[in-house]
């Protein structure tokens, strides 16, 4: 089955600052959603984005699906971004398969 | 537009007793998924339907798992007689159509004793 490694495992960060987040996959997909698990386990979907980028509010998402990667943005980090964040990938008639996560933790 | 719901929200249990879970999908909704989570890991699928019928069960362990969505709207998920090892937290998830953005409830939280 298709291969989804998420880089880094686990990352501290200043209130304030910009980090940036990694998902590589590999095979072709036609499916990739990026979601935040929070301290109280729920998981929120950020972008459904299989290729481009997209934008809301202080997030971002890079895919660039002919090179098997996506990238997550986050700046001005708040400690409400503290949780586990996703990268889930769908190969063409495949179900979503997710990474292991990035663990990150934002002080005050 | 309401969100997927499930109940319990946590359950307690000892080994070889029976458990339920419920879900409720995104009114609309025709796909809906089960997954199960174990503690420091990413969701797993456990199986998927499209409106009442099952789509993948591959990874379902179905001498003590089922689970059904008779109407196509909101399904159960079973276990019986549980074990240790099925301590986890259980996603249910919907889209509108197969391939589309999965939303996913808050689960619940599954401790064996």
């Known amino acids: 089955g298709i291969q989804v490694e998420q880089s880094p495992p686990d990352l501290i960060l200043q209130e304030g600052a910009n980090s940036t987040l990694r998902c590589n996959f590999s095979d072709s997909v036609n499916n990739l959603q990026w979601f935040h698990q929070n301290p109280w386990g729920q998981l929120i979907n950020l972008f459904y984005?299989?290729?481009g980028t997209k934008q809301n509010g202080r997030l971002s998402a890079t895919t660039v699906a002919t090179e098997r990667y996506s990238l997550l943005y986050i700046s001005s980090s708040q400690t409400t971004d503290s949780g586990v964040y996703f990268c889930?990938?769908?190969?063409?008639?495949?179900?979503?398969?997710f990474g292991g996560g990035t663990r990150v933790l934002v002080k005050p | 537009e309401a969100g997927v719901a499930q109940s319990p929200r946590y359950k307690i249990i000892e080994k070889r007793q029976s458990v339920a879970f419920w879900c409720n999908p995104i009114?609309?909704?025709?796909?809906l998924y089960w997954y199960q989570q174990i503690l420091g890991q990413g969701p797993k699928l456990l199986i998927q339907f499209q409106n009442n019928g099952v789509v993948d069960d591959s990874q379902l362990p179905k001498d003590r798992f089922s689970a059904e969505r008779l109407k196509g709207v909101d399904s159960t998920l079973k276990i019986q007689p549980a074990k240790l090892e099925d301590s986890a937290v259980y996603l249910c998830a919907s889209s509108f159509d197969r391939g589309q953005p999965q939303h996913f409830g808050d689960g619940t939280r599954l401790s064996i004793l």
């Open positions: 889930a990938v769908r190969p063409a008639g495949n179900k979503l398969t």
């Open positions: 984005i299989p290729s």
């Open positions: 009114s609309g909704h025709a796909t």
